[in-house]
């Protein structure tokens, strides 16, 4: 069944919300408005979102905020490697007063979920998150526990510090809708950043701007902007492209495409059109992209990066021109 068409009023009624969001965080977290963005555009695709920065940059303060800003219930897990895999997605213990086996839900059960230094645990314990993040279920006992809606997992990962880590497996990293970086603040943020927290935190002061019900209107809504047959051959091209490069060892699957599908979609909605354009594409082709490709070996050595890679073929594959 096909979702109602999106008019010009949806698409001015999500801008406007998005907006609304995004100044609130920025009240907490400052000069990060286009992750801020990319964050509202994995939620409204019902995606998820892995952070790779160093540490002390605001990666659990963003998640905090965005959390917040939206009302929505959070929790965060601190992987390790003695983490177990029921330490995230709960038990069920035996109540000895009422004489049964109850379930004790996980931090996992939560509508913002941050797993920090996702590649600390065992792969064990990261597979825990498997099922959660693409069933929105988790299955204790043989029992299967529906998760909350929506549903958002931001993971972390340090890039430099890699002693004793396990590298996230290309089924979890396929996973995650887009991969961000939030990136050190330029002289005049950091000053402000200065001045906003000389007196206290402004993250306890945060009220909700949004509500989860809007948000999941939202997330039904978005679907049904308009993709013109023009713009989706172009974005089926650009992904096609990462399997037929040379310099491409593995390229993005069919999971990647339907991926920056439906980000390309919430991306216009959120910027107030009710259609997607090329740029969109270009856009989010790094973010969407660029965790789902491996290049090979002589390419990292010349210097070149995964994003540096999909950027030039998202510019070299021909993008329709309007009439």
Known sequence: MNPPPFS?????????????????????????????????????????????????????????????????????????PDLLPSDVTGINFFNQRTQAFEFRPG??????????????????????????????????????????????????????????????????LDRFLMQVSLGYPSEAQENDLLLRYQQADPLPTLQPVLSAEELLAMQAAVRGVHVEESVRGYLVRVVRATRERPSVELGVSPRGTLALFRACQALAAVRGRAFVIPDDVKALAPYVLTHRIHISPQVRLRGRTPQEVVAQIAAEVPAPVAA
């Open 107 to 172: 931090p996992v059960m939560s509508q913002i979920v941050l797993a920090d230094e996702i590649n600390r645990a065992t792969p064990r314990t990261q597979s825990a998150l498997l099922e959660a993040m693409q069933e929105r279920q988790v299955t204790v006992d043989r029992d299967t526990y529906p998760l909350p809606r929506p549903f958002l997992v931001l993971a972390t990962q340090n890039p430099i510090e890699l002693e004793g880590t396990f590298p996230l497996p290309e089924a979890q």
């Open 8 to 80: 010009d009023a949806d698409a001015r009624w999500v801008a406007d919300k998005a907006a609304a969001v995004v100044a609130n965080v920025a009240r907490a977290v400052v000069g990060k408005e286009q992750v801020t963005e990319l964050l509202l555009v994995a939620l409204l695709s019902d995606g998820h979102v892995l952070i790779e920065d160093v540490p002390g940059i605001g990666k659990t303060t963003l998640a905090k905020a965005l959390a917040r800003s939206l009302g929505l219930s959070f929790s965060r897990i601190q992987f390790t």
